[in-house]
């Protein structure tokens, strides 16, 4: 009763301070389409001509090369695969169908746990930033500059730029999940309530259609009453 009583303290049904949460869900699932649209054209293009965007060994100052054709295809399966689901949420939205989006939400909190799992690691190992920056190639913009800096400035950086993302993930989880329960109640208030009696079963209609049909019905005639 108290986890329910939180949730419901939480619900709103405006986002951004400004629009509906359904609005929101329908803009945010557009934009994650875009993007990942960006990059599936982007990933087509190079493996359509590899020897124009691949890069070297000798271009990134390590062994291993960023982006071979077997990792490219994964990528453009995995970004046609985001297409998919967020157009299925702006859909779901935009219906007003709650297990559409049910899919985006579940990717949200993958994404959100996978951020938080790098911020932990860089809590128990704060040497991974030194070494990520020595991976970088040397004509990176400020490299120096800030492989100058001290390693716990560094982490503290680091930690306050992804406490940062993960707050606005946090924000946008909460939009769309106040957009489910409200696209759900939505859903569960137009379904047909049956009532049962001893003996009889009486179909009624929502709140809304029963209010509308009293409105329309004209008034019965008026009789006076004779002695």
């Known amino acids: 009763m108290m986890m329910f009583s939180l949730w419901e303290r939480w619900f709103s049904s405006s986002c951004c301070l400004c629009c509906h949460v359904r609005t929101?869900?329908?803009?945010l699932g557009v934009w994650y389409m875009l993007i990942n649209a960006v990059v599936l054209l982007i990933l087509l293009t190079a493996l359509s001509d590899p020897e124009q965007y691949h890069l070297t060994s000798a271009e990134l100052a390590n062994?291993?090369?960023?982006?071979?054709?077997?990792?490219?295809c994964i990528a453009s399966a995995i970004s046609l695969l985001m297409i998919l689901i967020c157009g299925m949420a702006t859909y779901g939205a935009y219906k007003l169908r709650a297990a559409w989006i049910i899919p985006f939400f579940c990717y949200q909190i993958f994404d959100f746990a996978l951020n938080t799992l790098v911020a932990v690691s860089i809590v128990v190992y704060p040497n991974t930033v030194q070494d990520y920056l020595q991976q970088l190639p040397d004509n990176f913009p400020y490299k120096e500059e800030i492989a100058a800096l001290s390693n716990v400035c560094l982490v503290l950086v680091v930690l306050l730029f992804i406490g940062c993302i993960l707050g606005f993930k946090a924000y946008l989880i909460a939009c769309v999940w106040n957009c489910?329960?409200?696209?759900?109640?939505?859903?569960?208030?137009?379904i047909l309530l049956y009532v049962t009696t001893n003996d009889t079963t009486v179909l009624l209609p929502p709140c809304d259609d029963s209010v509308s049909i009293h409105t329309k019905q004209a008034p019965p005639p008026y009789i006076t009453a004779t002695a």
């Open 63 to 72: 062994d291993l090369d960023v982006m071979d054709d077997a990792n490219m």
């Open 180 to 190: 489910y329960r409200y696209v759900n109640g939505r859903g569960a208030s137009e």
């Open 24 to 27: 929101g869900t329908i803009i």
